[in-house]
């Protein structure tokens, strides 16, 4: 069975400056994809950006940027110049091109402080 | 922009009630989903539908949940008869298709389901 392990359940940054939320996975898939929501006091969740597992460059979508290591399982995702609009759960995601189901990790709370 | 709409926001309900969560998916999205929440934990799949049959149940989506498409734009999410333990946030989702699982799916604002 497919897992996501996010080990850092809250993190904090200063505007403007970077962060940078951690993600694993386990699986033995060859074909998958992985995705950052983004889940703000609202509660809607909201696609931050997604890679899929045959492209070694990373994906980036304008302050946002993933580090992809397929080798070690670990999907990374740097938010730069952060800004307070950026705090919200984040959560990592699997899916693979055999099934539609999205496998979550437990998210990490993300603080972004004046 | 198209969205995915659900309703109601909240839903308080007595243990062994019957609930019906309803969603409206985008209209030219041909998969749905159901996915729950349980306060302070991880997003869990529940259900996925396509072509008004369920394409994959999660070990969650026991006999007393069911899902439907009444009609061409409704898709629900009933639970027969609540436990405390279903108290959770349910979001419904939709996607296109393309051939590709990896299209984006679409999330709605969710449904707070509250047991008593």
């Known amino acids: 069975a497919q897992t996501v392990t996010q080990s850092q359940p809250e993190m904090s940054v200063q505007e403007a400056e970077t962060v940078t939320l951690s993600c694993t996975y386990d699986?033995?898939?060859?074909?998958?994809?992985l995705f950052w929501y983004k889940q703000p006091p609202s509660r809607q969740m909201i696609l931050v950006i997604r890679q899929e597992a045959y492209k070694q460059q990373n994906a980036t979508e304008n302050r946002f940027s993933v580090n992809f290591q397929k080798a070690a399982k670990s999907f990374s995702l740097k938010i730069s110049d952060s800004q307070l609009g950026d705090a919200a759960m984040y959560f990592c995601a699997y899916l693979t091109g055999t099934a539609s189901k999205l496998t979550f990790g437990t998210g990490t709370r993300l603080q972004v402080t004046l | 922009e198209p969205e995915v709409t659900q309703t109601p926001s909240h839903q308080v309900t007595q243990m062994g009630q019957e609930v019906i969560l309803r969603c409206v998916p985008i209209?030219?999205?041909?998969?749905f989903y159901w996915y729950r929440q349980i306060l302070g934990q991880k997003v869990e799949f529940l259900v996925s539908?396509?072509?008004?049959?369920?394409?994959?149940k999660s070990e969650i989506f026991d006999d007393q949940f069911s899902v439907e498409r009444p009609d061409g734009s409704n898709f629900t999410l009933k639970i027969r008869s609540t436990k405390l333990e279903d108290s959770a946030m349910y979001f419904c989702?939709?996607?296109?298709?393309?051939?590709?699982?990896?299209?984006?799916?679409?999330f709605g604002p969710g449904t707070r389901l509250t047991v008593l």
């Open positions: 989702a939709s996607r296109k298709t393309s051939g590709n699982a990896y299209d984006e799916q679409f």
């Open positions: 699986t033995s898939e060859s074909d998958y994809y």
């Open positions: 209209s030219n999205h041909l998969y």
């Open positions: 539908f396509y072509n008004n049959e369920i394409s994959e």
